[in-house]
């Protein structure tokens, strides 16, 4: 059963306003990390007539333990963070944002978020960016999402030998997007620490602005 734990956190908000704006970016900010951090990827991926919006994790941490962890250890935390991520989509399809311009962009422990939160959503939004994270759950667990997402871009960086993020999960996790019917660009850089390179922000840009 989820609490209360994320939702009831004030987010940070900036950009155009949500009611004059074209595209909604949702920032996902990692473990120990805040809004105020993340939300300096605004800067590096600049959208004409977007709204952003960077939601807050209580005691800056989305779920206790590791996203490869069963998903039980990780509740009600867990629930709560995915229901935080999407109300942050309702809330810009009700002001009258198409879901095709609602892009999801996460680090860390926000992509493993962003990416969970709209695989289990069921329907597209415009994109999801994962710097460094996958689906959330141990080897072999079920991926059985409901909904299709084409049309949808899904992007995934990660280093070879990131110490949080082993390869084989974002592997996994664009095999399990591309069956469900997005595009998907996936780079794995060698020998990169948990860090977002140059390339990833490009790549990321180049979605972004096609929104």
């Not at 198409?98 to 962009?105: G, K, M």
């Not at 992509?111 to 069921?122: D, M, Q, S, Y």
């Not at 060698?190 to 840009?205: C, K, P």
Request: include cysteine.
């Amino acid at each position: 059963m989820a609490g209360t734990f994320h939702v009831n956190e004030v987010p940070l908000t900036g950009g155009s306003p949500l009611d004059n704006a074209s595209v909604l970016l949702v920032f996902l900010h990692g473990r120990g990390s805040t809004p105020e951090e993340i939300i300096g990827l605004a800067r590096e991926l600049p959208v004409d007539r977007a709204a952003w919006i960077a939601p807050r994790a209580s005691g800056r941490t989305w779920y206790p333990h590791s996203f490869l962890q069963p998903i039980s250890a990780n509740e009600p935390y867990l629930s709560d963070a995915l229901q935080a991520v999407h109300n942050m989509i309702e809330r810009a399809v009700l002001a009258g944002i198409p879901q095709q311009r609602i892009a999801v962009v996460g680090f860390s422990q926000g992509a493993c978020l962003a990416l969970e939160a709209v695989a289990r959503r069921g329907s597209p939004v415009g994109a999801v960016i994962g710097f460094s994270g996958g689906l959330i759950g141990p080897a072999g667990t079920p991926r059985d999402y409901a909904g299709r997402f084409e049309g949808m871009r899904v992007f995934l960086g990660c280093s070879d030998v990131d110490p949080h993020v082993p390869a084989w999960r974002v592997r996994e996790t664009a095999d399990v997007f591309s069956a469900l019917g997005a595009h998907v660009d996936m780079r794995i850089y060698r020998s990169m620490g948990h860090v977002i390179n140059d390339d990833e922000l490009a790549a990321a840009r180049g979605i972004l602005q096609g929104l």
